[in-house]
Structures are given as structure tokens and as C-alpha cells.
């Protein structure tokens, strides 16, 4: 009898799964994003455009390649060192070295980065040396997002994250503090060869190997 009801157990939830299945595939697939965060962190996405999904609620083997965003919402400094060094030692690190070699859209959100909130505490250089790690992942193409702006990163990754206008000659108009090799090939990959960006703009040494390669003008404004 026990047995029995195992296998029928097994057998609702295979028919469920194969159910489920069926409908997502005549529906409409929505982009994903992959909120990284803690089980007692109550940060969540309220945005019926985009499926969410929270890496604490996932109990399969979780498809990096799915997903077209990664959230961050706890970030400990171990985890900003081992990142910045290529280096996966824990779950947060291994999703977001994969997400980076994969070129997935990360977002870290400035709330959760625990050495920020000993900006006033910690000795001046050693505070320095964790904000270049930092900027290192900036480098990589990764985001540090306040909360509350959070969702401008769903939204066309041409005109709304990487605030991107195309003007009347021509050029690409890049408002961006710092230009990646991501950025640059979603701009090549449209035809335009021409890029105007802000006179303090930053660009990263993987940037400019591209726009030499690809013979791409770059005029500040």
C-alpha cells in the first residue's frame, strides 16, 4: 500500500512538472532574472514583465544560461576579493565568475556590499584597497545599484541600462561612467562605428582592445 502511494506521488509529480511544461511553452516567455540573497533578507522584485526567480527557493540544478539578469542584494568582502581575482570559493562567487564569462547583466546592490557600512570605521587604506576591488568589478562589466533603482536595469539594455541614444549623425551617444567591451560590441553589432561619450568618462582595457581592433572613433563631448 505504501509503495503504491509512492508511486503515485511520483506520478502527479511528473504529470505536474510535464503539465507545467506544456503551458510555459505556449506562453509568451519572459526574460529571467536571478536574485542572489539570503532566505531571512526580504528584498524582493515586484514586476510582472520579467520572471523572478530567488536562488534560496531553487531546489534543482540551476541553468545560469536562462537567465538574462543577476541580482545580488548580500555581498560580503570575501566574495568581492575572489571575484575580483577570477577565484570561486562559495555559491555567490561560482553564479557570478559564470555569469561574468557567460556575459550576463550582474547588479550588485550597494545596500547588501557589507564593507560599505564601515566607510567611517576602517582604516583609510585598507577601505581604499576593498573599494579597488570594487572598481575592479566594475571593470568586469558588473553594476553597483542603489536599491530604489534597481529596476532601471530591466528595462532595453541599449536605451535604458546602459543609457545609450543614437543622435542624428550617427553616433551613439553613451551617458555611462564607464564603457565596457559588452557595451561596445552591442553597439558594433548595429552597424555604428562612431561613439561619442562624457570628457571623464572611464574605459576599460578590454574596451579599448576592442575599439582598436574594430577601428571604432570614440569623440568626447
Given at each position: ?20 511544461k ?60 575572489d ?21 550576463k ?13 564601515y ?23 558588473i ?16 536605451e ?15 551617458n ?43 569623440s568626447?563631448?
Amino acid at each position: 500500500m505504501d509503495l503504491n502511494t509512492i508511486n503515485i506521488d511520483k506520478l502527479v509529480e511528473y504529470l505536474t512538472k510535464e503539465v507545467m511544461k506544456k503551458i510555459n511553452s505556449n506562453t509568451v516567455q519572459k526574460d529571467k532574472i536571478l536574485v542572489i540573497n539570503k532566505e531571512e533578507n526580504d528584498f524582493r522584485i515586484k514586476d510582472d514583465n520579467f520572471r523572478i526567480d530567488y536562488l534560496y527557493e531553487i531546489d534543482e540544478d540551476l541553468e545560469i544560461d536562462s537567465y538574462k539578469y543577476i541580482i545580488v542584494s548580500d555581498f560580503t568582502k570575501d566574495q568581492l576579493i575572489d571575484i575580483s581575482m577570477g577565484k570561486s570559493t562559495d555559491n555567490v562567487s561560482s553564479i557570478v565568475t559564470e555569469g561574468i564569462l557567460k556575459g550576463k547583466s550582474i547588479s550588485i546592490l550597494t545596500d547588501g556590499v557589507e564593507y560599505h557600512k564601515y566607510k567611517n570605521t576602517s582604516n583609510k587604506n585598507f577601505y581604499n584597497m576593498l573599494k579597488s576591488y570594487e572598481e575592479k568589478l566594475i571593470s568586469f562589466g558588473i553594476s553597483f545599484v542603489d536599491k530604489e533603482n534597481i529596476t532601471e536595469i530591466f528595462y532595453d539594455k541599449k536605451e535604458e541600462e546602459s543609457k545609450i541614444s543614437l543622435d542624428k549623425q550617427d553616433f551613439y551617444t553613451i551617458n555611462n561612467k564607464i564603457i565596457t567591451e559588452a557595451i561596445l560590441e552591442d553597439i558594433y553589432r548595429k552597424g555604428y562605428k562612431n561613439i561619442l561619450i562624457n570628457k571623464n568618462t572611464i574605459v576599460t582595457p578590454l574596451a579599448k582592445d576592442y575599439i582598436r581592433i574594430n577601428n571604432i572613433t570614440i569623440s568626447k563631448k
